[in-house]
């Protein structure tokens, strides 16, 4: 059984007869997020979608944001954005991003989320990558001119034609400026709900992100799926805490669910307590979702603060492991209930249910989103391991992907024959089939959520004139759960170099800050495996030692 493919997308897709299980199981109803968008406008014009509070208050309601994607769609039209056509946005938790990307998916362009952390190593590959056409930033953000980067990356992209900026463009165009007659948005051919809706970006493995196609049928599932579970509806007031542009703050059930059911969202344009917590006691959030580490800085300021945060009523956390001892706390520092969610970019997601015992709250990452999500924990060979055993977590379920964009190599790795995504995790399944992730056996570092593909930052430090050898690894952390680590070789007849020298030389190379090594090590050989390969197991082992 092979995966179908769908013209003009670039990625293998869900074959009929499964398209046709979850359309008939009423998973994929049928809907754009355009559509959606416009249908709650019509019912409920006048209440508040979305809040940005910072620096002076705004607010949209449903009937506003509605329109301003509209007038946006028209301009981005204007401009010669078509269908299908990709447009990279690097926002920060600012009101325009959610009226930019509902402008693109009324005109079926697609979104490439880039985070705001991306600098210009990453933001050239979504773009050559992607073909992008265009690329949506703010003027400064945290002390950053993307604007500049912009002009950089333009410069070598030949498919990119426009950059627009929110805030003062300086040489580019300003995003207000986008601003066209809905009327030139009668003649366009509409996105259908089994086309793509944007492209999303995985935490990687390999030296390059992979972009992962989700259509609005597979997304929308996950969104209301999320919502009766966390039990989101209109009186929701969800604050963004975490970039806007990842799927956890955007899907879990994140700032489209609350919009899909008519709810509030509110933007944070920060982390920290002293941000977040006058927000949530101002405009009475109800939800939130965060990292681990951010629970752990939230549960120990709370107890201690002055703002109200009795509104709050769930707090999800999720993006990497968090422990049962700071998991326990939570809900008394908070005074809100607790939901673990285990999810991915690439599709399934699980949460820990609003009716479970709380043993099973602060122990287990929770059960898949739906009924048809099919989870198998496997050996190395495959095999299914024995009931409660640890093994490889694969799954394939209707918002699940059946593959990368324009990456089939890659494909045939990471997915089974039979269209299984290998997730990279080590899981065991409880007798209640919550699942309890114990490890990670895909080469990644999960540094408090952000992940980081060491063979990337590798590619890197070799372009490096003294260093013969590298090898990243991640080393626990009290904190982060984990950080990063680069093992370095020097070249026989270099001169000695100091860590702050290679950390250094990656952050002028241009990647996000979070990618920067933690920690330099220099050694003179590595371990090595059976077969003659590094060994990043023996690695790591030595690196607990840090
Ligand atoms: C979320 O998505 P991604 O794509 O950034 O990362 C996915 C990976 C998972 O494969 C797993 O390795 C790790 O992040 N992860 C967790 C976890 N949640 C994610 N590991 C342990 N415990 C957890 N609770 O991170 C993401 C997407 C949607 C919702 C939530 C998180």
Same mark, same amino acid.
């Given at each position: 059984?092979?995966?179908?493919?769908?013209?003009?997308?670039?990625?293998?897709?869900?074959?009929?007869?499964f398209?046709?299980?979850y359309?008939?199981a009423?998973y994929w109803?049928?809907?754009?997020?355009?559509?959606?968008?416009?249908?709650?406008?019509?019912?409920?014009?006048?209440?508040?979608?979305?809040?940005?509070?910072?620096?002076?208050?705004?607010?949209?309601?449903?009937?506003?944001?509605?329109?301003?994607?509209?007038?946006?769609?028209?301009?981005?039209?204007?401009?010669?954005?078509?269908?299908?056509?990709?447009?990279?946005?690097?926002?920060?938790?600012?009101?325009?991003?959610?009226?930019?990307?509902?402008?693109?998916?009324?005109?079926?362009?697609?979104?490439?989320?880039?985070?705001?952390?991306?600098?210009?190593?990453?933001?050239?590959?979504?773009?050559?990558?992607?073909?992008?056409?265009?690329?949506?930033?703010?003027?400064?953000?945290?002390?950053?001119?993307?604007?500049?980067?912009?002009?950089?990356?333009?410069?070598?992209?030949?498919?990119?034609?426009?950059?627009?900026?929110?805030?003062?463009?300086?040489?580019?165009?300003?995003?207000?400026?986008?601003?066209?007659?809905?009327?030139?948005?009668?003649?366009?051919?509409?996105?259908?709900?089994?086309?793509?809706?944007?492209?999303?970006?995985?935490?990687?493995?390999?030296?390059?992100?992979?972009?992962?196609?989700?259509?609005?049928?597979d997304?929308?599932y996950?969104?209301?799926?999320?919502?009766?579970?966390?039990?989101?509806?209109?009186?929701?007031?969800?604050?963004?805490?975490?970039?806007?542009?990842?799927?956890?703050?955007?899907?879990?059930?994140?700032?489209?669910?609350?919009?899909?059911?008519?709810?509030?969202?509110? %933007?944070?344009? @920060?982390?920290?307590?002293? =941000?977040?917590?006058?927000?949530?006691? &101002?405009?009475? !959030? +109800?939800?939130? *979702? /965060?990292?681990?580490?951010?629970?752990?800085?939230?549960?120990?300021?709370?107890?201690?603060?002055?703002?109200?945060?009795?509104?709050?009523?769930?707090?999800?956390?999720?993006?990497?492991?968090?422990?049962?001892?700071?998991?326990?706390?939570?809900?008394?520092?908070?005074?809100?209930?607790?939901?673990?969610?285990?999810? %991915?970019?690439? @599709?399934?997601?699980?949460? =820990?249910?609003?009716?479970?015992?709380? &043993?099973?709250? !602060? +122990?287990?990452? *929770? /059960?898949?989103?739906s009924?048809d999500d099919?989870?198998?924990?496997?050996?190395?060979?495959?095999?299914?391991?024995?009931?409660?055993?640890?093994?490889?977590?694969?799954?394939?379920g209707p918002y699940t992907?059946?593959?990368?964009?324009?990456?089939?190599?890659?494909?045939?790795?990471?997915?089974?024959?039979?269209?299984?995504?290998?997730? @990279?995790?080590?899981?065991?399944?409880?007798?209640?089939?919550?699942?309890?992730?114990?490890?990670?056996?895909?080469?990644?570092?999960?540094?408090?959520?952000?992940?980081?593909?060491?063979?990337?930052?590798?590619?890197?430090?070799?372009?490096?004139?003294?260093?013969?050898?590298?090898?990243?690894?991640?080393?626990?952390?009290?904190?982060?759960?984990?950080?990063?680590?680069?093992?370095?070789?020097?070249?026989?007849?270099?001169?000695?170099?100091?860590?702050?020298?290679?950390?250094?030389?990656?952050?002028?190379?241009?990647?996000?800050?979070?990618?920067?090594?933690?920690?330099?090590?220099?050694?003179?050989?590595?371990?090595?495996?059976?077969?003659?390969?590094?060994?990043?197991?023996?690695?790591?082992?030595?690196?607990?030692?840090?």
């Amino acid at each position: 059984m092979t995966a179908a493919t769908t013209p003009g997308v670039d990625a293998p897709t869900w074959p009929a007869e499964f398209a046709e299980r979850y359309r008939a199981a009423g998973y994929w109803r049928g809907e754009t997020f355009g559509g959606v968008l416009r249908e709650r406008a019509g019912t409920h014009p006048d209440r508040i979608a979305l809040i940005d509070p910072a620096p002076s208050r705004r607010t949209w309601t449903y009937r506003q944001l509605d329109e301003h994607a509209d007038r946006l769609a028209a301009g981005f039209t204007e401009r010669g954005i078509r269908k299908g056509d990709r447009v990279v946005v690097q926002l920060p938790n600012i009101g325009e991003f959610i009226e930019v990307v509902f402008a693109l998916f009324r005109i079926g362009a697609l979104p490439v989320y880039a985070l705001p952390a991306h600098r210009d190593t990453e933001i050239a590959y979504f773009c050559s990558f992607a073909e992008a056409v265009a690329y949506v930033v703010p003027d400064r953000h945290a002390g950053y001119d993307h604007r500049d980067l912009a002009a950089r990356v333009k410069k070598d992209t030949p498919s990119l034609e426009h950059v627009f900026v929110v805030g003062d463009p300086g040489e580019h165009t300003a995003l207000a400026d986008v601003d066209g007659d809905p009327a030139v948005l009668e003649s366009l051919t509409a996105p259908e709900p089994h086309e793509l809706a944007f492209l999303q970006l995985s935490g990687g493995t390999t030296g390059r992100p992979k972009l992962i196609p989700r259509t609005h049928d597979d997304y929308l599932y996950s969104l209301w799926g999320s919502n009766e579970i966390c039990g989101v509806d209109a009186g929701t007031r969800f604050l963004v805490v975490l970039p806007a542009a990842h799927n956890f703050p955007m899907s879990s059930p994140g700032w489209l669910g609350v919009l899909y059911a008519g709810g509030t969202v509110v %933007m944070s344009p @920060g982390t920290d307590p002293d =941000t977040a917590f006058p927000i949530i006691a &101002e405009e009475r !959030v +109800t939800m939130t *979702g /965060l990292v681990p580490p951010l629970a752990l800085v939230w549960t120990q300021a709370g107890p201690e603060t002055r703002y109200d945060l009795s509104t709050l009523e769930l707090i999800l956390v999720g993006g990497a492991k968090y422990s049962e001892a700071a998991a326990r706390r939570l809900e008394p520092a908070l005074g809100c209930k607790l939901m673990q969610v285990f999810g %991915m970019a690439e @599709g399934l997601v699980n949460y =820990t249910r609003l009716d479970d015992d709380p &043993e099973t709250v !602060v +122990t287990t990452q *929770g /059960l898949p989103i739906s009924p048809d999500d099919e989870i198998r924990v496997v050996d190395d060979a495959d095999r299914d391991v024995a009931e409660g055993a640890f093994g490889h977590l694969l799954t394939r379920g209707p918002y699940t992907i059946r593959g990368y964009w324009k990456a089939p190599e890659h494909n045939a790795r990471s997915f089974t024959e039979d269209g299984f995504y290998r997730t @990279g995790d080590i899981v065991r399944r409880t007798p209640t089939g919550h699942l309890v992730v114990e490890g990670r056996a895909k080469d990644q570092i999960n540094r408090g959520g952000e992940k980081i593909a060491p063979e990337e930052i590798e590619n890197i430090i070799l372009g490096h004139p003294s260093v013969h050898d590298v090898s990243v690894v991640a080393v626990p952390d009290e904190y982060l759960g984990e950080r990063s680590l680069a093992y370095v070789i020097l070249r026989a007849d270099a001169a000695p170099l100091r860590s702050v020298a290679v950390k250094r030389f990656v952050r002028e190379r241009g990647v996000a800050a979070y990618k920067v090594p933690d920690l330099v090590e220099f050694v003179d050989v590595f371990p090595q495996t059976g077969i003659g390969k590094i060994s990043k197991k023996q690695q790591r082992s030595a690196a607990e030692q840090h």
